[in-house]
């Protein structure tokens, strides 16, 4: 039998929690869970339900995770590795979407190359990407600035200097929100930009309730607000 190399493997999640995982995720990613000695993940609960995808729950029980957030320390990624470097084969998740594309698995891939570490990445869904791909606007040039401020007169600041880079560059300034904060922010985007600029909303993307629309914000101040509460959402801004 074939040693296995070890390896860090980027696994893609899903981006709302559908039952199956098959038509977003390529069957390259069962086979590589399937061979995996453990499995880096934000929570205990989100990697537990992450393996129960690909393989049985009394397996997916067997396998080891450990826990990679905004909260870890810099100082504890050698430890994660360190099963890589002893000969095995780590899979590392995010709680929706791509590792390391908004989020802190960027800081265990750079280790991880430092170490000699051999990486490789699965394709699979990105709210960010697919929201590009849907509004419309330039694909070209872009930006993701991830949140915004917390404070609403900061945050009409930044939309404000998103919109002149926007014009200024001909290209697509794309953020994100907290789900309870999408109303207001939606507003303030309608406050703070010119009618003449191009705004998007997309949310609930892949599922069943998924919305994308685009339009300039005179339109957009004469339709009917979409419902964003809670919705995880991504706004794109465009010249």
Known sequence: MEKKKPVLLLLPNLIGDQKHHE??????????????????????????RYLGRFI??????????????????????????????????WGVVSDAGLPCIADPGAKL????????IVIQAFV???????????????????????????????????MKLLEKTAKADKSTQIFMEAPYRNQQTFSALLEALDDSTLLCAAW???????????QSVAVWKKSPPPNLDKRNTIFLVSA
């Open 23 to 48: 038509p977003f995720l390529p069957n390259s990613v069962d086979k590589a869970v399937q061979g995996i000695d453990g499995l880096i993940a934000e929570s205990e609960q989100a990697g537990r």
């Open 56 to 89: 049985d729950v009394k397996q997916a029980h067997g396998v080891p995770i450990a826990l990679f957030n905004e909260h870890t320390p810099d100082d504890h990624i050698n430890f994660l590795l360190e099963p890589i470097l002893k000969g095995e084969r």
């Open 109 to 116: 891939v750079a280790r991880a190359r430092k170490l000699g």
């Open 124 to 158: 699979g869904p990105s709210s960010i990407f697919m929201a590009l791909m849907l509004s419309g606007f330039s694909g070209q040039r872009f930006t993701f600035h991830g949140y915004l401020d917390k404070d609403l007169e900061k945050r009409k600041h930044q």
């Open 204 to 214: 609930d993307l892949t599922m069943p309730s998924q919305g994308i629309l685009s």
